[in-house]
């Protein structure tokens, strides 16, 4: 019933990244033996500096840290973090979470420096499904180090290629749990693990990636690359958090 429904908020996340290239940069760039569109170039850098800006920030932005009312553009973007670490954030769109049941995660573990299991990863879904979550729509997400431990695990239950090959360890590096997909992601918290519902936690885009120049005010072209954007999820309990593996 719509006596049920209130009203959340959320701001959108501004960032960017700077590029600059002088003029003698140019001038030598396209001279015997330079690299030809130093310009181009610069503006590729820069993109990438401004996708690894959003990655990063979106995995490892520290909890409690989103802030929708003031404060730096990057403090106005929602991380998974301040998403999934219920305890230590209340705050979700402008909502208490203590108050408001629906706008906590699935739960957020503090695992203590412990080895991951196969046990404690199927738990985890097994709750996030008890809230709606369709395991369809799930995906893992791993640091490397916490790859690597699940590899050893898989290892130590002897999984491993057949005993004629001259090879070791596993091949193709599909990982799967339970046909759970695993994504690995170099920005991820070495101690940290993520479950999330593909369907329900999304980043929304109001603006994509744009090239701006900046006025002439040297000999050079300076330019900045902005992007708005934020995460949101339609249903955080689908979602679960461990952090305190072992590495």
């Not at 196969?118 to 490397?144: H, Y």
């Not at 900046?214 to 954007?229: C, N, S």
Request: aromatic content about 8%; proline content about 2%; overall charge neutral.
């Amino acid at each position: 019933a719509n006596s049920t429904r209130f009203k959340v908020e959320l701001d959108w996340a501004y960032v960017r990244t700077i590029g600059r290239v002088t003029g003698q940069m140019i001038a030598d760039a396209q001279g015997r033996g330079g690299i030809g569109d130093v310009y181009g170039l610069e503006v590729k850098d820069t993109s990438t500096e401004l996708i690894r800006l959003v990655n990063s920030t979106l995995l490892t932005g520290a909890s409690a840290t989103y802030d929708g009312e003031a404060g730096s553009a990057n403090g106005r973007v929602l991380g998974f973090l301040h998403l999934l670490d219920t305890d230590t954030a209340d705050n979700l769109y402008g909502k208490s979470r203590s108050t408001n049941a629906t706008l906590r995660s699935g739960g957020n573990d503090a695992m203590g420096s412990v080895n991951i299991t196969l046990q404690k990863l199927r738990a985890i879904t097994t709750t996030c499904e008890e809230n709606g979550l369709n395991r369809s729509n799930a995906v893992f997400v791993f640091s490397p180090q916490q790859r690597d431990k699940y590899l050893q695990l898989l290892q130590s239950m002897g999984v491993m290629q057949q005993p004629t090959a001259a090879l070791a360890g596993f091949t193709g590096q599909f990982l799967a749990i339970d046909d759970i997909p695993i994504w690995v992601d170099k920005d991820m918290t070495a101690g940290n693990i993520f479950l999330l519902d593909r369907e329900n936690t999304r980043v929304a885009v109001k603006v994509a990636p744009t090239l701006t120049e900046f006025g002439i005010t040297e000999d050079a072209r300076k330019f900045f690359i902005k992007m708005y954007f934020n995460l949101y999820s339609r249903a955080p309990n689908h979602n679960y958090l461990l952090t305190g593996l072992t590495t």
